[in-house]
């Protein structure tokens, strides 16, 4: 069964970095994921395309200060520079043969 | 500049219907799959259904298999959700969203269910 497993929550201070981490499920550790921002109150919003190399390319206007990378079944999203806007929460997401999965999301709060 | 816009969400009693409509823009639309993912009060996102290009392949969550049926009109640019048998657990935002990797999403429209 496809299954992305994030941390509920995490915390880091202003201006420094922060990374998230989301798993694949056993037997999915090639898959390529999809990492959103969601902010307090707002719809979510696409930050990047992440495949299991490593590689991944950027929405539009997403700055240099998101990255992604990957680890066997493990997908990272790295924020540098850490800034009061980043506080939301991120959901990773990857899709199959006819389906659609979202991990349960990780809440960041900026100290 | 790629766009969707999400309409038709509201209060509905338990068992009742609505059809949730999404006009997308700045993309040839026939050429994605679209997909409609909710998000109930203080929870996390749900995919909900997903429709390919053609239209001709589809996919529900178990949770809503049977009461809504996803569909587009790629002459008018447009995704809709039949929704029935509405019940109180499908009171969520609901978002149209553009691919099986969303690169992009609407505003969301709001769906209430209670008596």
Redesign the interface.
């Known amino acids: 069964q496809l299954v992305l497993t994030q941390s509920p929550s995490a915390s880091a201070s202003l201006g420094a970095s922060v990374k998230l981490t989301c798993t694949l499920s056993s037997g999915h550790s090639n898959y ?1 994921i ?1 990492w ?1 921002q ?1 902010q307090p109150e707002k ?4 930050l990047m ?1 992440l495949n299991s190399d490593g590689g991944h390319s950027k ?1 539009d206007g997403i700055p240099d200060r998101f990255s992604g990378s990957s680890s066997g079944a493990e997908r990272y999203l790295t924020i540098s520079s850490l800034q009061s806007e980043d506080e939301a ?1 991120y ?1 990773c ?1 990857t ?1 199959g043969t ?8 990780t809440r960041l709060t900026v100290l | 500049e790629v766009q969707l816009l999400e309409s038709g969400g509201g209060l509905v009693q338990p068992g009742g219907s609505l059809r949730l409509s999404c006009a997308a823009s700045g993309f040839t639309f026939s050429s994605y799959a679209v997909s409609w993912v909710r998000q109930a009060p203080g929870k996390g996102l749900e995919s909900v259904s997903v429709i390919s290009g053609s239209g001709t392949s589809t996919y529900y969550a178990d949770s809503v298999k049977g009461r809504f049926t996803i569909s587009r009109d790629n002459s008018k640019n447009t995704l809709y959700l039949q929704m029935n048998s509405l019940r109180a657990e499908d009171t969520a935002l609901y978002f149209c969203a553009k691919g099986t990797v969303v690169e992009c999403w609407g505003q969301g429209t709001l769906v209430t269910v209670s008596s």
């Open positions: 390529a999809a959103h969601q719809g979510p919003r696409y395309r929405g929460d959901y997401q899709w006819a389906i659609q999965v979202f991990g349960g999301g």
